[in-house]
């Protein structure tokens, strides 16, 4: 039985572990994956996905949407811009030492080693060109290009007009293209030739 995001956020509210916990398993991955984006780090995302589930759990009783996805994404998305601050303020490690993570590889979809390990050269020069946006645009990009939100649920998430959001994903794409093309040796010549 599927229970729905509603049902869930209910019975959390009313103090139902065991609901919140659904939504946590519905949601982690969203959650994480988010996070690892603009973080450019696993183990950071980790910390930042278990402390947006402890805050989202405080709030749950304040929460008055219907859609719980640009809500979790929204705290998430704060605690990561607190984390990159954090991180600002006494710098622990590189962020290009957690580039090369297997959850950022695409998944091989036939055509033989030689296709899987371009695909593999383009997704990593793809993460390093969006490690180089700012917090802003990276947010938008991860939000529309990687995970598939709208505009408009982008820009619930970022707490950002439809419009901004338009321009940033332009100018973060733009970035991103620029960068790729610096890096044209490393990449496929099929990809190199639509730059």
Not at 104 to 121: H, I, K
Not at 131 to 142: F, G, N
Request: hydrophobic share 40%.
């Amino acid at each position: 039985m599927n229970i729905g995001d509603l049902e869930l956020i209910r019975r959390s509210k009313e103090g139902d572990l065991n609901a919140f916990n659904e939504i946590v398993e519905r949601y982690h991955r969203q959650v994480f994956n988010t996070a690892a984006r603009i973080l450019g780090s696993t183990a950071h995302a980790d910390d930042a996905t278990q402390e947006t589930f402890i805050s989202a759990y405080r709030a749950i009783g304040k929460f008055r949407g219907v859609n719980l996805a640009p809500w979790l994404l929204r705290i998430a998305k704060n605690q990561c811009y607190d984390m990159l601050r954090a991180m600002r303020r006494r710098p622990a490690d590189s962020l290009e030492g957690n580039l090369m993570n297997p959850s950022f590889q695409p998944v091989e979809r036939g055509g033989g080693p030689e296709e899987a390990t371009l695909l593999s050269e383009l997704a990593a020069e793809i993460q390093r060109a969006i490690l180089t946006l700012p917090e802003s645009q990276r947010l938008i990009i991860t939000l529309v290009d990687v995970q598939g939100f709208s505009y408009d649920a982008a820009a619930q998430v970022a707490g950002i007009s439809k419009g901004t959001v338009k321009s940033r994903l332009s100018r973060a794409r733009a970035r991103v293209r620029d960068h790729l093309r610096g890096a044209g040796e490393l990449l496929p010549p099929e990809f190199r030739q639509t730059l």
